[in-house]
């Protein structure tokens, strides 16, 4: 491989990576706008509306939250297989390309697992806290089983 097609499997590598944080940190500016404008207006809502348009307003914000997290770690996944395929590919050979496909392969299940994770308590998040918001609007004896 000569040097000017490094030069440009290097710079593509770059371009990507540029990518991916830019649409990082837009998302990231995504999300916390969102719940910004959902906890104000859950606090105007809880005051002068009703418990229906609060449950919205929460799973709405719990959702995007997910969502993020998910778009970021699939987002992280890529990178790091184009930058290792490239690598791998061009500037590797032996014991060192097997190590490196393992430690990758790792990382990417490990992901993988972190994302599964958190979305699972995400979820459990939202069921609890709509729960309590209930629990706080209608009073926790109108919850309790009639005998």
Do not use: H, T
Not at 12 to 28: F, G, I
Not at 78 to 103: D, I, P, Q, S, T
Not at 107 to 135: D, G, Q, S, T
């Amino acid at each position: 491989m000569n040097m000017p097609v490094a030069v440009v499997v290097v710079a593509k590598v770059v371009v990507v990576v540029v990518v991916v944080v830019v649409v990082v940190v837009v998302a990231v500016v995504v999300v916390v706008v969102v719940v910004v404008v959902a906890a104000v207006a859950v606090v105007i809502v809880a005051v002068a509306v009703s418990i229906a348009v609060v449950v919205a307003v929460v799973e709405v914000v719990v959702v995007a939250a997910a969502a993020v997290v998910v778009v970021v770690a699939v987002e992280v996944v890529v990178v790091v297989v184009v930058v290792v395929v490239v690598v791998v590919k061009y500037y590797l050979v032996g014991v060192v390309r097997v190590v490196v496909v393992v430690v990758v392969v790792v990382v990417v299940v490990v992901v993988v697992v972190v994302v599964v994770v958190v979305v699972v308590v995400v979820v459990n998040i939202r069921i609890k806290a709509l729960f309590y918001i209930c629990v706080l609007w209608l009073g926790y004896g109108q919850l309790q089983p009639s005998d």
